[in-house]
């Protein structure tokens, strides 16, 4: 089932996630709907938060970006990240970040905007699985850049936070008149206007 995806302004993206305890058929199905709704809008992540439910808990897929090149480690195996993809994580935590780089991300719940965004270049993500299993993920590259951006999501931040001042002060306008829209209920059919890549 899709879901509706929150926008800028929903007081819930800046909740922080809830631990999950315990893997349920609730927690089951909400992935499974998690993973449809992102797709149909075609994002390459999704976290709790930004289809109101305030959990630690997140969606990832880059299997469908041509250009932008990851890699994975799984367990300390390398994998080939398309292969992996998706990924259902649960309590994520990043338990190392190195390096930095700067590149171009877009948001499910900001349509239309993209912003450069200082991340960490290669992070370690320590994580449980829909079947309980607690995982390590190494990940450089795009995979790295959304693992960020998701954990992020999970702990109430937004990509606009991460913005220089300068940019985000030439976006003002825009996520000002986003969040009024928001708050006036009025949410727009992201399949025509996020395009791919956002998360
Ligand atoms: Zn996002």
Redesign the pocket.
Known sequence: MRLSILQYGDPILRAKGKQIDKIDNRIRELAQNMLETMRAANGI???GQ?VGEPLQLTVLDISQVEDRPSTMKLNGEDVDPKAAMPLVLINPLITLSEGSAVGTEG????PEITGEIERAESVSVSAQTLENKTIEIEATGLLARALQ??AD?LNGI??IDRMSSAAKASLSSRLKRLQKETKQGRVKDRQSLVGQS??
Request: with cysteine; proline share 0%.
């Open positions: 992540g999704l976290a930004q948001c499910l719940s900001f951006h998701e999501h937004l990509f956002a998360l």
